[in-house]
């Protein structure tokens, strides 16, 4: 499955953006999806997981409170909204699918997933 992200952009310190994240095809309402970040010089972050069905999903700790996940398997989309942006959020945004479905462990570790998006930058200035 191919995934193509958008959204990204370059807000103030307290802004928010909603990334969006397409797959091509119904394939794509079948895999669970994650959302990872990456700055230079850094392994990728895990930031959100949700479950094919959409009934679960997991935030990362250092996000909570400010970041959700959802999707839309009628449009085959999946979407991070973020609130309350920080300067650290600053990163190299990253759809991920994986056809395997994470319940409660292993959404966080980006080898588990078998396709990526190209990515999607976020600059948020303070």
């Known amino acids: 499955v191919q995934l193509v992200e958008s959204g990204g952009g370059s807000v103030q310190s307290g802004g928010s953006l909603t990334l969006s994240c397409v797959g091509d095809g119904r394939a794509f309402d079948n895999y669970d999806v994650g959302w990872f970040r990456q700055t230079p010089g850094k392994e990728r972050e895990f930031v959100a997981h949700?479950?094919?069905?959409?009934?679960?999903?997991h935030i990362a700790e250092s996000v909570q409170g400010r970041f959700t996940i959802s999707r839309d398997r009628t449009e085959s989309t999946a979407a991070l909204h973020m609130n309350t942006l920080e300067p650290e959020d600053t990163a190299t945004y990253y759809c991920?699918?994986?056809?395997?479905?994470?319940?409660?462990?292993?959404?966080?570790?980006?080898?588990?997933?078998?396709?990526w998006g190209q990515g999607t930058q976020v600059t948020v200035s303070s």
């Open positions: 949700i479950t094919w069905s959409g009934f679960s999903s």
């Open positions: 991920a699918a994986s056809l395997t479905s994470f319940e409660s462990t292993d959404y966080d570790r980006p080898e588990n997933y078998e396709h």
